[in-house]
Structures are given as C-alpha cells and as structure tokens.
C-alpha cells in the first residue's frame, strides 16, 4: 500500500485498483474541514447556498477522481497525456469549482488572518498569481525537476499540491468582488487574465508536439499501458492537449464570466434606476 501516486518505471501498468492511503486521508480531511469550517459556519450569513455547496462538492470529487487511481497513477509515471487531463482538471474545473463553493465574505475573513499574509497579497494583486501560477508550470515541466519529483510519492504530492494551490490562488484572485475598480474594468481584467492563462501553456504544448524525441524519461522508460502506444506519441498527445485542449475548457469559463458580468451590469444597473426613483 502506498502514501502517494508515483512513478514507477520498473513496474508493468495493470488496471487492478491501487489504494493510495495518503490521497485517502486528504480527501477525508477536506471534506471534514469544509462541512466544520464552511458548511456550518457558526454565523448565518457566511453559510454557502445551495449552488455553492454543489459546486464545493463536485470540484471536491473530480479532485479526487483527478489526483488518486487509475489517473493519478498513470499521470505519476505511465502517461504524460494523463498528466496533462491532470493539470487541465486541476486548473480549469477543480479550482474554480473549490473558490466557488466558498462564500466570499468566508474568504474574506480569511484574508485577515497574519499568517496567510502571503496568500493575501497574491489574492490581492491578480498578475502576482497569474505570474505564480505560470512559474510553477514551466518549473514542473523542465525535464530534470519532473522526472526527480515524480519519482518521489513526496514529489509527486508536492507537485499537485503546487498546481492546486496556485491554480486556486489564480481563480481567487479574479474574484471581482474586492476591487474598487467599475464592474466594467474588474470583469474586463479578469478575461484578459483569463484570455493571458493560455500563453504559456500553447507554448509549452507546441514543443511537447513537434519535438522529435521523448523529453521525460519517467515516461520514455515507462512500461507501455498499450504496447502500440509509444512514448513519442504519448508526448505528441499530450502536447495537444495542453495546446489545445484547454480552449472548450477556457471558453466556458469565458462564457461564465461573460454572464456574471452581465447580471453585475444589470444588478448595478437596477440599484442606479432604484436610487432615482428615491424622493430627494
């Protein structure tokens, strides 16, 4: 029984379930920790509704089905494609689905806390977490610093870690709900952010696609989960995906926040007519 997903050349890729105790107990911790901390907030007001409790319990189970067997295995060390459903998941669906299911008077509280001052300034300053967020990935990508953490279990929690946590630092930080900016410029810096997401992914993916030989030898010393499926394909597809497998992802995203935009500029909109109409 392992702590954590790893990678594990030597050993050949069979579709028997795999107990990964460590995933196990932090999923258990989150749960326990959002439904004490969140859910049931002593004060009312701060409690989440029902869409946010729904969405804090779905991003809460694709983390799981993301990070623990049979993906998180064969992202560790079998494919890097499934590494790369990994990452997508992690950042476009899980995160934004985990910032979401918490209230924002919550996070709020949070934000005065001393000891989550770090976490505050980027929250507090977007293109500091979009530039975090960025580093992180091009650093997990270089071929020696992979292949060193992915062999590792604490490696490998490490890296989700870092890919979960700055990607829900990201989302958090495009919550327009502090600025003091108009409706108009904080929605409008928050799809450039978003629009900006894109850049170095593309690149990353393009070189993953068109370069000629397997540059991670975690997966090109792999045992083949399907012998027909060779390491330099596996690159190429999971260079696509990372090019261009985000966008369907990126453009609900876009969508969503197009349509929030839409109910703040109608909601302010509401407020102003209803502020005239008061006797002066």
Known sequence: MSWWCSGQVAVPWEWAPQPYVGIWAAMILLAVWYVRRVW???????????????AATAGWVILWVATDWPLGTLAAGYLL??????????????????VHGVPRSVRA??????????????????????????????????????????????????????????AVVFWWALDVSGSEDSVSVRFGKSVLYLLGSKAVPALLGALLTFHNFPLYETYEF???????????????MAGLL?????????????GLMFRAWYAAEQAGTSRGEADARQPG
Not at 40 to 54: M, N
Not at 242 to 254: A, Q, V
């Open 40 to 54: 049931r907030s002593p004060e009312a007001a701060r409690r989440p509704g029902g869409s946010q409790i729904a």
């Open 81 to 98: 494609s499934a590494s790369m459903v990994q990452l997508l998941a992690y950042y476009y669906v899980v995160a934004p689905l985990l």
């Open 109 to 166: 509280s949070w934000l005065e806390r001393r000891y989550l001052g770090p976490v505050g300034f980027l929250v507090r300053q977007p293109l500091a977490a979009f530039a975090l967020w960025n580093g992180i990935l091009i650093v997990t990508h270089v071929p020696l610093v992979a292949d060193r953490l992915k062999a590792l279990e604490v490696g490998m929690m490490a890296m989700d870690l870092a890919w979960l946590g700055s």
């Open 222 to 236: 792999a045992n083949r989960v399907w012998p027909e499926f060779t390491a330099l394909e596996d690159q190429e």
């Open 242 to 254: 990372m090019w261009e497998g985000m966008t369907p992802l990126l453009l609900l995203r876009l």
